[in-house]
């Protein structure tokens, strides 16, 4: 069974840019949640979608958007890009809900010039 | 507030010395510990799923234990591709997302 994958892989934007990142569950989870991990932060959870539909939020700024597809793939969106958003942005997956288990694509690295 | 705590921050060990790492937590309802190993610029990986307190774990040289307030991830007789860093995260009451601890980095000497 194919594990969950992220694109793209790796990413360098200027200050003030808006990006996207993709990610596609493992098949058969419904449940994707996305994560920012910096040295400083560790891991903080950023959002989660179940069923096309927003159903917990961390305490992240409004710049910092997520959806997900009819086929659970799922995008974030950052905009108006900062020097603090560089980090590893790691996306993963589950059946049904968080408590099942989590299971974590590569990560996109973005780098904010 | 829902908390996880690990530690030792960073453990060296030589190869075949066993030890545990720890994982303490105060959550409000705990749904599910789980410990994952991460590489360097990598996703981190899938070891262990914890539910109840009691509850033992394995997985070649690794054991998770739960109790009522911590966890533990024994390392019996380590070796250099065991080096990594092993992170603890928890689902607690109705929220959906895992909070973790800052992790443990360990290193396995030859």
């Known amino acids: 069974k194919a594990g969950v994958t992220q694109t793209p892989r790796y990413l360098i934007k200027t200050r003030g840019q808006q990006v996207t990142l993709s990610c596609s569950p493992i098949s058969g989870h419904r449940s994707v949640s996305w994560y920012q991990q910096t040295p400083g932060q560790g891991l903080q959870f950023l959002f989660e979608y179940f069923s096309e539909t927003q159903r917990n939020k961390g305490n992240f700024p409004g710049r910092f958007s997520g959806r997900q597809f009819s086929n659970s793939r799922s995008e974030m969106n950052v905009s108006t890009l900062e020097l603090g958003d560089s980090a590893l942005y790691l996306c993963?997956?589950?059946?049904?809900?968080?408590?099942?288990?989590?299971?974590f694509g590569p990560g996109t690295r973005l780098t904010v010039l | 507030e829902d908390q996880v705590t690990q530690s030792p921050e960073a453990l060296r060990l030589q190869e075949g010395e066993s030890s545990s790492l720890n994982c303490s937590y105060t959550v409000s309802g705990l749904r599910g510990l789980f410990w994952y190993r991460q590489d360097p610029g990598k996703g981190p990986e899938f070891l262990f799923t914890?539910?109840?307190a009691g509850e033992e774990k394995e997985k070649e040289r690794l054991k998770a234990t739960l109790t009522k307030k911590e966890s533990f991830l024994h390392i019996t007789a380590p070796k250099p591709e065991d080096s990594a860093t092993y992170l603890c995260?928890?689902?607690?009451?109705?929220?959906?997302?895992?909070?973790f601890g800052a992790g443990t980095r360990l290193a396995v000497h030859p």
């Open positions: 995260a928890v689902v607690s009451g109705g929220y959906n997302k895992l909070i």
């Open positions: 914890l539910y109840s």
């Open positions: 993963a997956s589950s059946f049904r809900q968080a408590a099942d288990t989590q299971y």
